[in-house]
């Protein structure tokens, strides 16, 4: 497959380490199983209708290699099943090699014990064309089912890459003009409130300490509610009265693990593109809570009417694409503006957070 990518130096990149990281994926689901029998009897199809022809339908052909195809792909999937783990400490070539020799193994059983279920000879005597032929039938398969494995891991391993640049870039923005606003507020505190210019440069601190945290770990709601205080906090030396903030969080739901900076950049953006644009400011209200397995947030916000929204959306689309890579189509991103107002809603699964924070 890639020779140049064989050796243990490069396993967490290239298929092997860990068996989450392999190339090969857990076969041993009901929907990956259910998915390589349709396929293997699409495949038997295809030969019957090419064997018999359509006319002469050959119902008894089906039937038989229906038998022998589904007996090799299942007893080769659970071997593969059962073996992913130690594969996953090879290289990718031994692991690949180690794979399509297991495959090749179970074709040779399969067509000699064939011959004692039907036997068209001597039960126990297999031809030697038959035996070749179901031998390079089955390297041709398996390595194109592997190669497509393969492929399909480089892909995840480029979109979590991507995803990985978009969080870091997530997290090293410091908007300029809210770091001068802030640097320009902490100064005009210092004669006349110390304590609290203070308060805000340690605020200020904790809040780009944060940034610099490792995009993989995970906060609990608690975490995340505070991080967002604090940014609240300085934005409140600027705008002041204009600025008002309603919580609305479920005790039960504060422990819950949340994605870090997934709740803070939607508090950052009704900030930025509604209270800050609106002459009397407004309020924000923001309200978590976990219903029927689904930790659920929303933040609603009052936004000017010529409000575009472009560096908005952009914000919008990373978060989402976060929590579906995170938490895959059962979490997601939703929003909608009317009536002067501007309603976002995150939601994804209770108990794949806390397993993904375990």
């Known amino acids: 497959m890639q020779p140049g990518t064989a050796g243990r130096a490069r396993q967490g990149s290239d298929g092997g380490g860990s068996p989450g990281e392999f190339f090969i994926p857990d076969l041993c689901g009901a929907r990956q199983v259910f998915v390589i029998v349709l396929l293997a009897q699409l495949l038997v199809l295809v030969y019957t209708l090419v064997e018999a022809g359509l006319p002469q339908f050959d119902w008894n052909l089906l039937g038989t290699a229906s038998l022998f195809v589904q007996w090799v792909v299942l007893l080769s999937t659970a071997l593969l099943c059962l073996l992913r783990g130690p594969f996953s400490r090879f290289g990718i070539v031994t692991a690949t090699l180690c794979s399509l020799l297991l495959v090749l193994l179970v074709t040779a059983f399969s067509t000699l014990a064939s011959t004692w279920v039907y036997p068209l000879s001597q039960p126990g005597r297999v031809d030697g064309w038959t035996l070749l032929r ?16 393969f492929l399909q891991q480089q892909l995840r391993l480029r979109e979590r890459s991507e995803l990985q640049a978009r969080v870091d870039a997530l997290r090293a923005r410091i908007r300029p003009h809210f770091l001068f606003n802030t640097l320009n507020s902490i100064a005009s505190l210092i004669e006349t409130r110390p304590e609290a210019a203070e308060r805000a440069v340690e605020d200020l601190a904790e809040l ?13 709601v608690a975490d995340e509610i505070r991080l967002c205080e604090i940014y609240l906090g300085i934005e409140q ?15 039960e739901a504060r422990a819950l693990p949340m994605p870090s900076l997934v709740l803070q950049p939607l508090v950052e953006n009704a900030v930025y593109h509604g209270i800050a644009r609106l002459p009397e400011g407004g309020r924000i209200d923001v309200a978590i809570a976990c219903h029927k397995g689904e930790l659920q947030a929303r933040v609603c916000n009052p936004v000017p009417p010529e409000e575009a929204g472009g560096g908005l959306r952009i914000a919008l689309d990373n978060i989402s694409q976060r929590l579906r890579s995170q938490y895959g189509e059962a979490a997601g991103l939703a929003w909608q503006r009317e009536a002067g107002a501007f309603h976002v809603q995150l939601h994804y699964p209770c108990r794949a957070a806390a397993e993904a924070g375990a």
Request: aromatic fraction near 10%; charge should be neutral.
């Open 237 to 251: 030396l600027r705008l002041g009265e204009r600025l008002q903030v309603a919580w609305q969080v479920d005790d």
């Open 134 to 149: 179901n031998l390079l039938v089955a390297l041709v398969v398996a390595g194109v089912a592997l190669r497509y494995f």
């Open 208 to 220: 780009f300490r944060t940034s610099l945290r490792d995009a993989s770990d995970l906060l609990t």
